[in-house]
T-cell receptor
């Protein structure tokens, strides 16, 4: 079966760095995706990892270790607008089917 | 550029009534199309996906059905809604290649009363 775990909630201070972890167990692994979702809105794509290592995109970076079934999303220089849920999703099999974790709700405080 | 349209934005329907949610994609051809549902405080659950006209795959048994009458049109339906069908329904598309990200529509918030 598939199982994706991430913390339910996190808090951080404006200007700081926060790391959101995700562990997964799945068959037919086909990449790991991170999405941002503001309350009441649709998820928007942040990053994608299929090989081990770190991918950096501006203030956001994502890391993957396939052997450990582990990923993290690193957010630097936090801004108030980064308050949102962050969804970890695993590509399973073909046709870009994504299996999502329940999401981590991040609250950024002044 | 590609855009995805989903409507209506909100919907309140009584138990036992029918449902039809529509999604269209512009600016691409032969996309993969998906319907997800997000219950309050829970992750997105894949309901249906389609890789071409008339080709529908169901991920979970349920009270819903999907159809793809045209290349860029995806419809989610029900003949009789249940209370448990309430949720946030999201349509998404991706390019045909594996590992392409999904791009979501703005969603429909359905409340069954």
């Amino acid at each position: 079966g598939q199982n994706i775990d991430q913390p339910t909630e996190m808090t951080a201070t404006e200007g700081a760095i926060v790391q959101i972890n995700c562990t997964y167990q799945t068959s037919g692994f086909n990449g790991l995706f991170w999405y941002q979702q503001h309350a009441g809105e649709a998820p928007t794509f942040l990053s994608y990892n299929v090989l081990d290592g770190l991918e950096e995109k501006g203030r956001f970076s994502s890391f993957l270790s396939r052997s450990k079934g582990y990923s993290y999303l690193l957010l630097k220089e936090l801004q108030m607008k980064d308050s949102a849920s962050y969804l970890c999703a695993v590509g399973r099999g073909g046709y870009n089917k994504l299996i999502f974790g329940a999401g981590t709700r991040l609250a950024v405080h002044p | 550029s590609q855009t995805i349209h989903q409507w209506p934005a909100t919907l309140v329907q009584p138990v036992g009534s029918p449902l039809s949610l529509e999604c269209t994609v512009e600016g691409t051809s032969n996309p993969n199309l998906y319907w997800y549902r997000q219950a309050a405080g829970r992750g997105l659950q894949l309901l249906f996906y389609s890789v071409g006209i008339g080709q529908i795959s169901s991920e979970v048994p349920q009270n819903l059905s999907a159809s793809r009458p045209q290349d860029r049109q995806f419809i989610l339906s029900s003949k009789k809604l249940l209370l448990s069908d309430s949720g946030f329904y999201l349509c998404a598309w991706s390019q045909g290649q594996d590992n392409s990200p999904l791009h979501f529509g703005n969603g429909t918030r359905l409340t069954v009363t």
